[in-house]
């Protein structure tokens, strides 16, 4: 049986083998929401290639006795697990399978060598008494066979992040039980991203869509040396009752290289909205469908992809049960997000500013 499962053939008995990240994407592909293409490669990759490489017993020994309040401990250990895993062979099977898929998206996106995220997406992550978010590694703008193939490598090693190991261990996970599957998908190259709530955050109304934007990437965001635009939308009429506009005079775009760049905004640009009220009902409209799919609030990640025509040009990355109100973790900053709100987007756009160290 192949390990790869394509968004659109995804179904709901599959999660257990797409973690949470791909079944997301499938359901959002199966409820005609505009997601950009790509696949799964399922759990049963990670076992096979696990099993084959007999890693079980090596992983068990240094996992014995770890002591999470021991930093050093984890560090050195962890970072041994992670060698060994983005080491390992992958199943002769399995890479042929891989690098199947990702032509045929090549030749279904009319690219050759297309570049696509690679991310991972743990058992674990999504589930209802833990967020694992960012705690595991996502890879960009990765282009050709042998770069997915050693992004995917590099995906299940960062199962063993210091991080997601510490966290697992206090939330009562069993490290031997977690798996990661690791989503494959065309990147998009945005004019302006953000993130959607399906509810007002600062106060939790329902009646309300929530959304951030900031031009580009959105890292001036994180970085917070811009604050983005944000807009209240009335969810039943879809009027934009609320509209904040900031001055964004940095913005960080992608140069010919697959890299980003940070740049200076001219004038006019910093203090225009980074989105038209065409956009803004667009992305309002998509949220509230995502949210009547899945039948709970959600937080949604969204992108203006530049390569696609106006009108049919709002993308979704990601939809999620949204967590911000019901967790009472949200912030009061006079109309815009605070920055830690635009992190998961950051990292599903675009290639990180900083190496990361594995």
Excluded at 8 to 31: C, D, F, I, N, R
Excluded at 205 to 223: M, T
Aim: aromatic fraction near 6%.
């Amino acid at each position: 049986m192949s390990s790869v499962m394509w968004f659109e053939s995804y179904w709901h008995g599959m999660k257990p083998e797409v973690g949470g990240k791909g079944a997301s994407l499938g359901e959002m592909t199966g409820a005609g929401l505009p997601v950009p293409p790509g696949f799964v490669l399922t759990t049963q990759a990670f076992r096979v290639s696990k099993d084959a490489a007999q890693l079980d017993s090596q992983l068990t020994s240094l996992l014995n006795g770890l002591d999470t309040n021991d930093t050093a401990m984890v560090e050195e250990r962890c970072k041994e697990i992670r060698k060994a895993i983005a080491a390992m062979p992958m199943d002769s099977q399995v890479e042929q399978d891989l690098r199947n898929a990702y032509d045929e998206l090549c030749q279904t996106s009319s690219t050759e060598q297309v570049p696509v995220a690679v991310r991972s997406s743990a058992t674990s992550e999504d589930s209802p008494d833990a967020s694992f978010a960012g705690e595991h590694d996502t890879y960009l703008w990765i282009r050709g066979g042998d770069a997915v193939v050693d992004a995917v490598r590099r995906c299940w090693a960062s199962l063993f992040t210091d991080r997601a190991t510490c966290y697992r261990a206090e939330m009562g996970y069993e490290h031997e039980t977690v798996e990661m599957s690791v989503v494959i998908q065309k990147m998009v190259r945005p004019v302006s991203a953000g993130v959607a709530f399906t509810l007002n955050p600062t106060d939790g109304d329902r009646s309300q869509i929530c959304i951030d934007s900031s031009w580009g990437f959105g890292e001036a965001v994180v970085s917070g040396e811009v604050t983005p635009d944000n807009f209240l939308i009335d969810k039943v009429m879809f009027e934009i009752g609320k509209r904040n506009i900031s001055s964004k005079n940095h913005e960080f775009r992608l140069t010919d290289h697959d890299t980003v760049e940070k740049v200076e905004t001219d004038e006019e640009r910093a203090t225009s909205p980074s989105l038209t009220d065409a956009q803004i009902k667009a992305i309002a409209t998509l949220a509230k469908a995502a949210e009547k799919h899945y039948g709970c609030p959600q937080d949604i990640e969204w992108a203006v992809d530049a390569d696609l025509p106006e009108g049919g040009n709002v993308v979704l990355l990601q939809s999620r049960p949204e967590t911000v109100w019901s967790k009472q973790q949200r912030t009061s900053t006079g109309g815009g997000l605070n920055g830690d709100f635009m992190a998961s987007i950051v990292s599903t756009l675009m290639n990180p500013l900083h190496a990361q160290k594995h």
